[in-house]
């Protein structure tokens, strides 16, 4: 069965960077984009960043543009976000999620915009904090 | 980048219908047909419920529907249950490779 399992939360004090992984299996990992969607205390969703299934296309919320950047391994079928210049507004859950279904090289940017989230990791816990 | 607009919160009896709504614009919800519903459990994971507007993953109970007009969206639970109250969200594909959720509401069932 699919599993995305994230890791590397903490705390981390403002300005510093921290990098979380998400680890997958059940699935092709190579065949499906992905994305990072992040949950404040109490709060909401936010859609944090998405890459293709490939890492050649990856796009970001203006929230964390220039500070994030997300990637992945293939052969280590991983999911990574690495985040700079933390700040306390970053405070939140972080969820890697995959694509309900993908297009490879069919879709431009290679992105299935259309596929939903189908499957969630449990999540990992980034606490911006001096 | 704003979020989609839910109320914050619904309530049924058990046996009812609630519906929730999930207003954008133009460039998100009414712009394209990529609406997603998701449930979630207080400390647990979100839980994929209707994509595509109105379409149904298999396991999901035909309970959960989905549709839209205009620049809503909405999704009904018919015939509520308890196990049905949870925060709900809504998401939208919002042009450029963004994605954009709603601010949640909470379902309850009295």
């Known amino acids: 069965q699919v599993q995305l399992v994230e890791s590397g939360g903490g705390v981390v004090q403002p300005g510093r960077s921290l990098r979380l992984s998400c680890a997958a299996s059940g699935f092709t990992f190579s065949s499906y984009g ?14 944090v960043a998405v890459i293709s299934y490939d890492g050649s296309n990856k796009y970001y919320a203006d929230s964390v543009k220039g500070r994030f950047t997300i990637s992945r391994d293939n052969s280590k079928n991983t999911l990574y976000l690495q985040m700079n210049s933390l700040r306390a507004e970053d405070t939140a859950v972080y969820y890697c999620a995959k694509f309900k ?3 490879g ?18 999540g990992t816990l980034v606490t911006v904090s001096s | ?3 989609l607009t839910q109320p914050r919160s619904v309530s049924g009896s058990p046996g009812q219908s609630v519906t929730i709504s999930c207003t954008g614009t133009s460039s998100d919800v009414g712009g394209y047909n990529y609406v997603s519903w998701y449930q979630q459990y207080p400390g647990k994971a979100p839980k994929f419920m209707i994509y595509d507007v109105s379409k149904r993953p298999s396991g999901v109970p035909d309970r959960f529907s989905g549709s839209k007009s205009g620049n ?24 450029s490779y963004t994605w954009l959720f709603g601010g949640g509401t909470k379902l309850t069932v009295l």
């Not at chain 1, 992105?111 to 499957?119: I, K, R, W």
Request: glycine content about 8%.
């Open chain 1, 34 to 47: 992905m994305h990072w969607v992040r949950q404040a205390p109490g709060k909401g969703l936010e859609w």
């Open chain 1, 101 to 103: 279904s993908d297009c």
């Open chain 1, 105 to 122: 090289d069919n879709c431009p940017k290679k992105m299935a915009v259309y596929s939903p989230l189908d499957y969630w990791g449990q």
């Open chain 2, 1 to 3: 980048q704003s979020a």
């Open chain 2, 72 to 95: 809503t969206a909405s999704l009904t639970i018919s015939g509520l249950q308890a196990e049905d109250e949870a925060d709900y969200y809504c998401c939208s594909y919002a042009g």
